[in-house]
């Protein structure tokens, strides 16, 4: 790291990459240049350097968010569930969403059995007071009225907030069975309240009605 490694090797690469050109004489697959990061992102030190560069965090975004895109290789989907966990990483160590983000309880739980609000009657009030548009949770920086971020920062908020709240709920539902683990991970470690609200709901359900433990933990949140 200390030879900038991230900024000489690790951007270049995952940009030719999502760009399809050649990078020192060969053209890398997605699934090893998105291992390079997940791997790096598994040590907090090294995970603190790479979010210390502005252009990783999108480039991540970026790949986990075309899951959809036509594939160039099958092993395209093992690269973009590599990014996912490279964004969870980064989440666990909590230097991503940006620490000035408010992230909320979201409007719909992803788990829609165990929904306490399917209409999303409650979060459309609590949006109408806290600067949302029809019912989705924006992530608001909390700041004083004479700090401003910069144009850098605005577009991180932005994409991330993008991501969080479009993004990833959709990846839930992904065809690609591991794409859809590491979206649930993911969205499990920014959503912990969600998840741990879910799971008092189910132990709940389990001494009251009866409901077997295995039943509402590995089908249901599962």
Same mark, same amino acid.
């Given at each position: 790291m200390r030879l900038n490694v991230v900024s000489r090797y690790c951007v270049p690469i995952m940009q030719r990459t999502i760009e399809g050109e050649h990078f020192r004489? $060969? &053209?890398?697959?997605? $699934? &090893? !240049? +998105? #291992?390079?990061f997940e791997v790096l992102t598994r040590c907090p030190e090294y995970a603190e350097v790479l979010a210390g560069n502005s252009k990783v965090i999108p480039m991540l975004l970026h790949v986990a968010a075309e899951c959809d895109r036509p594939l160039r290789v099958e092993s395209d989907h093992e690269g973009r569930r590599l990014a996912l966990e490279a964004l969870r990483h980064l989440a666990q160590w909590k230097l991503w @969403?940006? @620490? +000035?983000? +408010?992230? +909320? #309880?979201? =409007? $719909? =739980? *992803?788990v829609r059995s165990l929904s306490? !609000? *399917?209409?999303? =009657?409650?979060?459309m009030e609590e949006s109408l007071s806290s600067g949302t548009s029809r019912g989705r949770q924006l992530l608001v920086p909390s700041r004083s009225p004479t700090q401003r971020p910069s144009f850098a920062r605005r577009c991180l908020l932005q994409e !991330?907030?993008?991501f969080i709240n479009i993004t990833l709920p959709n990846l839930l539902y992904h065809e690609h069975q591991g794409i859809r683990l590491s979206a649930a991970g993911l969205w499990a470690h920014i959503h912990k309240g969600a998840v741990r609200q879910q799971m008092l709901t189910g132990v709940r359900l389990g001494s009251e009605k009866g409901l077997p433990e295995n039943l509402w933990r590995w089908h249901v949140l599962g």
């Open positions: 004489g $060969m &053209y890398p697959h997605l $699934m &090893y !240049s +998105a #291992r390079l @969403p940006p @620490p +000035a983000e +408010a992230i +909320a #309880r979201p =409007s $719909m =739980s *992803p306490r !609000s *399917p209409t999303g =009657s409650e979060d !991330s907030n993008d």
